[in-house]
């Protein structure tokens, strides 16, 4: 399974920070690691009395692939901090319906989320259920990777008594043989232990042979499903219990409260996701005045979409999700489904209940082409684990009275069909049929509902689109616009009591507010934006929660036409920018930040054989390694459990440790019969010339892999970086721009992440609707008015790092370069803006960017312009001034 860009970017902040754990404070690892992965924001880590173990959250939508990232995370944990050949990893979910999911895939084999295991470890993996762990033997730790899935309930209790994972088991006997009977980490035998199990008297005090204590003893990896649901001082205490080496969790919508705030080491937004093809975005919301038209809509809604799937390629059957009220309600399951056959005239094959009484759904692949299934409906059955991208409507038929009735049915109707942009734009947008005559009821539902999936607050308005239905011709716009339904400025409604006082204070507020009488009392219709002070002169009128519920909905409202005002959303295309080719035997060639390592001949075996930063130092019982000056001491003692004495064989030889290290090295871009002879020479250089034992080498393998591969990147690096010096200055190479095969920024697709831009200054020609990461004050955002600004400029981005294939990048050695504003000019040429502060005008990094931005543009025959903008240059000029300069010259 291919992953996405955002789900290895996930993957490699991870990576980033448990390589930094491994060598300095935590704290500090997950500072750097978080400012390394592109985050200005500062955010504190929390030990939450783990101290320096490792305890981290990766935020990722719904629909983001969670489960698979989790796997991966197995692998790198184990290879960048663990250092074990085989670790035993404790993975924690939410619910038994969850767990069991999980469990399927994690043991059939060739699955996504057990394959990436199966081939890391060499198919040496044990999976096994919480109730099967009487089937781990001593053997098999060390042995194999052992996963271990369980719900968070198993073990998070006050007394232990009674549980199964801290029971007593005569099986687990084996495994405590030769243990510590003083070691404070294990939990010892108690009162209730004998008379429950039949012991002797004289095993009080004992070590327990639990679960829990062969946890506790091997320090496991703890992978956490759905973490926000195990924030509590009790679930802390339950880990503390197991000794965990390190804690990684996975979650949509993390607890980010000051008393229990996860560590998010790394978030992806929504937008990366639609980028990326795995969501349905946006939602097409429709509000209905009783729960008939809804459903009416609703089935109008599939058979469209039913039409129009059959001219893709791959076979799709456009699902409806129905929520019927509970029995105690006016539209039970009953209700409707009779309201569909009788008055809709739906085949009753077509239709499935899935509730917890009617499980019609169990045994169906409703991906079959047999399968007749289109409409299902449930209460509340589908909101765990289902999963069908097939679903593309949703719809409620519970009248929306606040954003308490809030469900999380509509993930389920946003993964896409095989992950995959349809060519059909209607395909590629989610439906949502809500019973609710006030507009702003039913989109604040809608924005609780993706708030709790992941969402960003400020990314739902462009996201979200809304409109009348009528008899659904206008479904999808009007076909001639290409099935693209422009945004409309929709009005706020605010429910006011019947308060004369009020009535009139709300009036005064602003123009744009309009008031009519209505049964219960007056109704407020805002249709412009509302300002900071006129949004709180509006709250005053209101207390608790309605006061917190109406200031959300007034930042949504504001947002919502904001964003209907970007060019993007209007469907204006933006300018395409030209790309860097090298001629190579008479054919262009893109160049790519690797290419400068090709246009030189160069061998591994040219340099010198040498690791200066790698140093070892035998003790006794203990090898000291130093790695860029950071001590790590491995202990060969097996008394001491800091590492396996069973994974040193006493016949380990130099080749051994040679294999293992080609094996860890290896690279398509390097010959394998190259790598190895390095690898051969430089093990004998530390061996024979520096004196370090094979056993001390081999213990701190996982340490030496990383101080060889940071040597071969040195190496790699001082080859691209003559390369690239040749792109520049030598003139018998060919280097060409050419539009062949331009960059577009699509209109639809800007993944961008918080923070995004949410000062009171309003861009108005930013491209997109959002804007990542401009504070609202200082030298990039004073850049980014001088852009907007100038008359010559029609629209401008600011360009994303590294995102799928939604920034701009030029090439640099070994690395890309993301300039931070790409600007389409009303000529139709192009500027690229890079801006760098007084402290970095001259370095050596800006100067290879400057170096690169005029080639491209003075390759351009005059269509693309570059600026390296500075507060001031040397002239004495502005921002302004330079950016006026570059376009006039």
């Not at 043991?107 to 919480?130: N, S, T």
């Not at 560590?263 to 969501?279: D, G, Q, R």
């Not at 393998?701 to 040195?714: A, G």
């Amino acid at each position: 399974m291919e992953l996405k860009n955002y789900q290895l970017q996930t993957l490699a902040a991870l990576e980033l920070f448990l390589a930094k754990a491994r060598i300095m404070d935590v704290k500090d690892a997950f500072s750097e690691a978080r400012t390394e992965s592109g985050f200005s924001d500062s955010l504190p880590y929390r030990e939450y009395s783990f101290g320096n173990i490792p305890y981290v959250c990766l935020r990722l939508p719904t629909g983001g692939g969670k489960t698979v990232l989790a796997s991966h995370a197995v692998k790198i944990a184990t290879r960048k901090y663990l250092e074990k050949n085989y670790p035993i990893v404790l993975w924690l979910v939410p619910t038994n319906t969850i767990r069991l999911q999980t469990l399927e895939a994690l043991k059939q084999p060739g699955h996504p989320y057990r394959a990436e295991l199966d081939r890391y470890f060499d198919h040496k993996v044990m999976v096994l259920d919480i109730d099967e762990v009487l089937q781990i033997r001593p053997q098999d730790i060390g042995g194999k990777t052992i996963v271990v899935l369980s719900t968070l309930a198993n073990l998070r209790v006050n007394d232990t008594s009674g549980r199964k994972v801290y029971s007593y088991h005569e099986n687990f006997e084996p495994h405590f043989a030769k243990v510590d009977q003083t070691d404070e980490r294990l939990e010892r035998v108690k009162e209730e232990d004998i008379k429950e199990n039949g012991l002797s008297r004289e095993e009080i005090g004992r070590v327990k042979y639990s679960f829990a204590n062969l946890l506790a003893l091997n320090n496991p990896l703890v992978i956490i499903d759905e973490a926000h649901n195990a924030r509590t001082p009790l679930t802390f205490e339950t880990f503390k219990r197991i000794h965990p080496a390190c804690l990684i969790e996975f979650t949509a919508t993390p607890d980010m409260s000051n008393t229990s705030a996860s560590n998010v080491l790394f978030h992806v937004s929504a937008s990366e996701l639609k980028t990326a093809e795995m969501i349905k975005l946006p939602v097409m919301l429709t509000e209905h005045d009783d729960w008939q038209s809804s459903v009416q809509d609703a089935v109008l809604t599939q058979k469209k979409l039913l039409i129009e799937a059959q001219k893709e390629s791959d076979y799709i059957r456009p699902i409806v999700l129905f929520q019927a009220e509970a029995k105690n309600g006016e539209v039970t399951v009953d209700v409707l489904k009779q309201f569909l056959l009788n008055d809709l005239k739906i085949e009753e094959e077509q239709i499935a209940v899935a509730t917890g009484n009617q499980r019609e759904l169990d045994g169906i692949n409703l991906f079959e082409q047999s399968c007749p299934i289109q409409y299902i409906i449930t209460i509340e059955a589908l909101k765990e684990g289902w999963d069908c991208s097939f679903a593309y409507v949703f719809c409620s038929v519970k009248p929306v009275r606040s954003s308490k009735d809030a469900e999380q049915l509509l993930g389920r109707v946003l993964r896409m069909p095989y992950a995959k942009r349809r060519k059909i734009e209607a395909l590629n947008r989610s439906y949502a049929h809500l019973a609710s005559p006030v507009f702003s009821k039913a989109a604040q539902e809608l924005t609780d509902k993706l708030i709790s999936m992941g969402f960003e607050t400020l990314e739902i308005p462009a996201n979200l689109r809304a409109g009348p239905v009528g008899n659904g011709d206008d479904l999808f716009g009007d076909p001639k616009n290409g099935w693209e339904r422009p945004s409309i400025d929709v009005p706020l409604v605010i429910e006011l009591p019947d308060d004369e006082e009020v009535v009139k204070t709300v009036q005064s507020i602003s123009s744009a507010i309009e008031i009519e009488k209505t049964e219960e009392g007056y109704r407020a219709t805002v249709k412009g934006l509302i300002d900071e002070k006129e949004s709180e002169k509006l709250a005053q009128q209101f207390k608790g929660i309605e006061k917190t519920e109406l200031k959300n909905a007034i930042v949504q409202h504001n947002l919502r036409i904001r964003a209907s005002k970007s060019p993007s959303e209007q469907g204006v295309n933006f300018a395409a920018l030209p790309q860097l080719y090298l001629m190579k035997q008479g054919e262009l060639g893109l160049i790519e930040k690797t290419s400068y390592e090709f246009l030189l001949e160069w061998s591994l075996l040219d340099y010198k054989i040498d690791l200066p930063q790698f140093s070892m130092e035998e003790k006794t019982n203990t090898f000291e390694v130093d790695i860029e000056g950071k001590h790590i001491s491995y202990h060969v003692s097996e008394d001491k459990g800091t590492y396996e004495l069973n994974l040193v064989d006493a016949g380990y030889t130099e080749t051994d440790l040679v294999r293992w290290l080609d094996k860890e090295l290896r690279s398509p871009y390097i010959k394998q019969s190259e790598l190895i002879a390095y690898l051969t020479k430089l093990v004998s250089h530390l061996t024979k010339e520096k004196h370090m034992p094979i056993t001390g080498l081999v213990r701190s393998k996982f340490i030496l892999v990383r101080c060889v591969k940071n040597q071969i990147d040195k190496i790699k690096k001082k080859v691209a970086d003559n390369g690239f010096q040749q792109v520049l200055f030598e003139k018998d190479l060919i280097v060409e721009v050419s539009f062949e095969d331009a960059y577009l920024f699509e209109n639809n697709s800007y993944p961008a992440r918080s923070p995004y831009y949410s000062g009171r200054f309003r861009f108005a020609k930013h491209y997109y609707p959002v804007i990542e990461d401009i504070k609202a004050e200082g030298e990039e955002f004073e850049c980014a008015k001088a852009i907007d600004s100038h008359p010559s400029v029609k629209h401008w981005i600011r360009n994303l790092v590294d995102r799928d294939d939604a920034s701009f990048s030029l090439p640099l050695a070994g690395r890309n370069f993301y300039p931070d504003f790409i600007v389409e000019l009303e000529d139709g040429r192009n500027l690229v803006v890079e801006y760098k502060g007084e402290v970095y005008k001259t370095n050596d990094d800006s100067k290879e960017k400057n170096s690169i931005g005029e080639l491209w543009a003075s390759k351009s025959n005059g269509k693309c312009l570059f600026l390296m903008a500075a507060e001031e240059d040397e002239k004495g000029l502005n921002v302004y001034q330079q950016i006026d300069q570059v376009i006039k010259n």
